[in-house]
């Protein structure tokens, strides 16, 4: 198992100014941590045509959303997308630089979900969220300026397994949707993380300690809606591009659940990093790789959304990743 030069720069860098693990913090400290660290790793902020900030209905309150815009008028394609954190940490501005470098990329417009974070807000809370707010959205399309024919859903980590979890609500309930994007997700949390303890890195205690915070019983961890993986069918759902990196604790079950999504019949492409770690996507401004997997996300999107590819379309895993055999194409 390689340890990609930038990953190695990063670690030592953060081994060398003695950052805490977020275990080692309170849960206010590990909420500024978390977003100062995306920041700080984000690179450049990009211009968007239209940035604005909304309340909609959700199942207790109102929800802050962002919408990212694109140069264009009338209705279009449009990603929800749902930032990571263990759904204990994160805001809508955890997912800014993501949000912004999609909108543009795509180009698409991107509505990011600020839902209720634990432990004030235990599962299922963030899941109901993030399904009615998916829900709202699509039923106030001409409102929003949103194509309800082309809505897919994303996130990374937390987020994407929210997004995964919103893909099953969404087959039975509605509304239909093109895609989903899932950016190292969470797909089982019932059994003892897995992975190292490196304390510079995202690691299994990391894992354990979102997990505390995340379910008030033990027992919803078997929950399809909390780790989708144990879904009995995954029939009938979106296309799917699953993003994984090899030194992250949530690799194996990423790569399953990408497996299960195939063998159920769903179109679906597994990207695989080697060398790089969990958060790599959130930070293309320190990870080479990261800035690829979000050109690779963009493809994805423009695919399901049947927009033309463009000349300066990023590239993915590549050579590394096809060598290995990691990357797998639609199955």
Do not use: K
Not at 24 to 52: F, H, K, N, S, Y
Not at 76 to 103: E, K, N, V
Not at 221 to 241: E, I, M, N, R, V
Not at 258 to 267: F, H, I, Y
Request: hydrophobic share 40%; aromatic share 8%.
């Amino acid at each position: 198992m390689a340890v990609h030069p930038e990953v190695a720069a990063y670690r030592a860098a953060r081994a060398t100014a003695g950052t805490p693990p977020l275990y080692a913090q309170t849960l206010a400290e590990a909420r500024a941590a978390d977003l100062a660290a995306i920041r700080a790793g984000a690179g450049a902020v990009e211009p968007v045509t239209e940035v604005r900030d909304e309340l909609i209905p959700g199942p207790a309150g109102e929800l802050p959303v962002r919408v990212y815009r694109p140069a264009g008028s009338g209705p279009l394609p449009t990603l929800l997308y749902f930032f990571g954190g263990g759904w204990t940490l994160g805001s809508i501005d955890t997912a800014d630089g993501i949000c912004r470098r999609l909108a543009n990329t795509v180009p698409c417009q991107v509505i990011t979900v600020g839902y209720r974070l634990a432990p004030e807000h235990p599962f299922p809370a963030a899941v109901h969220d993030c399904h009615a707010a998916t829900s709202w959205i699509a039923r106030n399309a001409d409102e929003w300026g949103v194509d309800p024919t082309r809505l897919a859903v994303g996130g990374d980590s937390a987020g994407g397994n929210l997004a995964a979890a919103v893909t099953l609500l969404s087959r039975t309930d509605g509304p239909a949707l093109a895609g989903q994007l899932l950016v190292y997700p969470n797909t089982d949390s019932s059994g003892e993380p897995t992975g190292d303890d490196d304390p510079a890195l995202f690691n299994s205690r990391s894992v354990a300690w979102y997990r505390t915070h995340y379910f008030a019983d033990p027992a919803h961890a078997t929950d399809p809606l909390a780790s989708p993986l144990l879904a009995d069918d995954l029939s009938g759902l979106p296309p799917a591009l699953v993003i994984t990196a090899e030194l992250d604790p949530l690799c194996a079950e990423g790569q399953r659940y990408a497996e299960r999504l195939r063998d159920a019949g769903v179109s679906t492409r597994l990207e695989h990093y080697p060398g790089m770690i969990h958060g790599f996507f959130a930070m293309p401004g320190t990870f080479t790789d990261g800035r690829r997997a979000q050109g690779s996300a963009a493809a994805f999107l423009r695919e399901r959304f049947g927009l033309p590819s463009t000349s300066d379309e990023l590239a993915g895993p590549g050579e590394a990743a096809a060598a290995t055999g990691a990357a797998a194409g639609d199955g």
